[in-house]
């Protein structure tokens, strides 16, 4: 049970970290574009290595963790 656990906070932890689809208009009311506009046209998607690697960065941080002494027929102090 702890694995399913655990792999449902990776999938969830993958399926929040994908950028959203940036929703741009074409053009502006003057017909020039925006310093954003003029970004994300010529910008490709350098993002998703940081991305990726900020993911495993924080996955090693489960290994930080205390293991518990529980040996399950106590309850853990608090």
């Known amino acids: 049970m702890h694995h399913r656990r655990k792999a449902a906070i ?3 932890a993958i399926i929040l970290g994908m950028p959203a689809a940036a929703q ?6 003057s017909g020039i574009p925006t310093e954003t506009q003029r970004r994300l046209a010529g910008s490709q998607d350098n993002e998703t290595p940081w991305n990726v ?6 996955l090693g941080l489960l290994g ?3 293991p518990s002494d529980n040996d399950g027929y106590t309850d853990d102090p608090i």
């Open 10 to 12: 990776f999938v969830a």
């Open 24 to 29: 741009v208009a074409e053009r502006n009311v």
């Open 53 to 58: 690697l900020g993911l495993l960065g924080l």
């Open 64 to 66: 930080v963790r205390r």
